[in-house]
């Protein structure tokens, strides 16, 4: 597939087909993922793959956290989001409500335990980073994901990042026994997308680009 084509067509996927994926598959998608640029080389990344009896073990285990703690997905932001920024956010919902009201399903619930649960992905990819890292190399991990997001989708496999995670990250890392010098950074959901769900019907808009550069020239 042409980056171009890859680049235009990929989406988040929110429903996956119960297919395993080969693991020869993952290891190809981590290896064009690793091809990403790092600072100095680095490569400050690290994942964890999670399949079969211990992704549901996993998702189990996340989704009661959930429904004890109820940390929900947010912007993350450090105050409340100016209205031009915030409306980014609401039009992708509105983009999505009618495709979740098809499905019967609750918007918050939809999301929030659809992320605890990977939304039912065979695959979780848990990305990791040596706690020695300054937040700066959150840049390089951000461009892994970049690179794996593509590569997935030209191999035919459908993801969705799920930053939600991380607000379970004591739970995942005594799960999967991840060493407390590791910082759980980001989960990815991979597997083969369910195109015959609504849910994986929409596409998310973007900003013209008059709205996000300027130029000097
Ligand atoms: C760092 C990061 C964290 C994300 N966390 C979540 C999440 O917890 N749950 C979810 O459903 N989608 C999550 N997403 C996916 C975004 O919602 C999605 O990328 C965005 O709406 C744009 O849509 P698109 O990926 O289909 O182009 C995350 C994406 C990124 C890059």
Redesign the pocket.
Same mark, same amino acid.
Request: aromatic share 6%; charged share 20%; proline share 6%.
């Given at each position: 597939m042409e980056l171009e084509e890859a680049i235009t067509e990929r989406?988040?996927i929110?429903a996956f087909k119960k297919d395993p994926v080969p693991k020869e598959l993952i290891e190809e998608v981590l290896q064009r993922a690793t091809r990403a640029p790092s600072a100095i080389n680095l490569q400050p990344w690290e994942f964890v793959v999670v399949m079969g009896e211990e992704r549901e073990r996993l998702g189990r285990l996340l989704l009661r956290s959930y429904r004890e703690r109820r940390t929900s997905?947010s912007p993350g932001a450090k105050g409340p989001l100016p209205e031009k920024l915030a409306k980014r956010g609401a039009t992708?919902f509105e983009v999505m409500k009618p495709y979740l009201d098809e499905s019967g399903i609750r918007f918050e619930e939809f999301?929030n335990e +659809?992320?605890c649960r990977f939304y039912d992905a065979p695959v979780a990819i848990i990305i990791c980073m040596n706690k020695i890292f300054s937040h700066r190399r959150y840049l390089c991990i951000g461009a892994a &994901?970049g690179y794996l997001v593509l590569a997935a989708h030209s191999l035919g496999l459908g993801t969705?990042?799920? +930053? &939600?995670i991380t607000a379970y990250e004591d739970e995942i890392k005594d799960f999967l026994n991840i060493p407390d010098d590791r910082e759980v950074v &980001?989960a990815v959901a991979l597997g083969y997308p369910d195109w015959n769900s609504p849910i994986n019907k929409f596409?998310?808009p973007r900003e013209p680009l008059e709205e996000i550069i300027r130029w000097f020239d």
């Open positions: 989406k988040s929110r997905c992708s999301f +659809g992320s &994901l969705c990042p799920i +930053g &939600l &980001l596409k998310t």
